[in-house]
């Protein structure tokens, strides 16, 4: 049976994940403007070589994120769904309907 202590963890974990995926997209943003800049400025090729590689992982980050993310937002839901039929009350329950709405918000966005 779930319970509120539960939904608060799943919660967490869906909060936690999505500012994950955030910092990495924000990185990525970061070294592509970083490798554009040195090669707009002729920089050595071991050095831009290694920026590009940096790149290639920062991007590599993102599906696993988002796999995570999906599979943290399936779970939430499936308790939040548990615990609505159980009748149980708690600031818990608003907290999770607002992260479900964040994160499906931000699936909406990333696929336009």
Do not use: H, W
């Amino acid at each position: 049976m779930a319970t509120l202590r539960n939904l608060k963890i799943k919660t967490g974990t869906c909060k936690r994940i999505l500012k994950e995926l955030r910092s990495y997209e924000k990185e990525v943003e970061q070294e592509a403007a970083k490798t554009a800049d040195m090669k707009e400025k002729g920089a050595d090729p071991y050095d831009l070589k290694q920026q590009e590689n940096v790149l290639a992982e920062s991007r590599m980050m993102i599906p696993d994120c988002r796999k995570r993310l999906e599979a943290s937002l399936a779970d939430l839901k499936g308790t939040l769904e548990e615990i609505k039929e159980s009748n149980q009350q708690g600031p818990e329950i608003d907290e999770a309907q607002s992260i479900i709405t964040e994160v499906e918000s931000s699936f909406q966005t990333a696929e336009a």
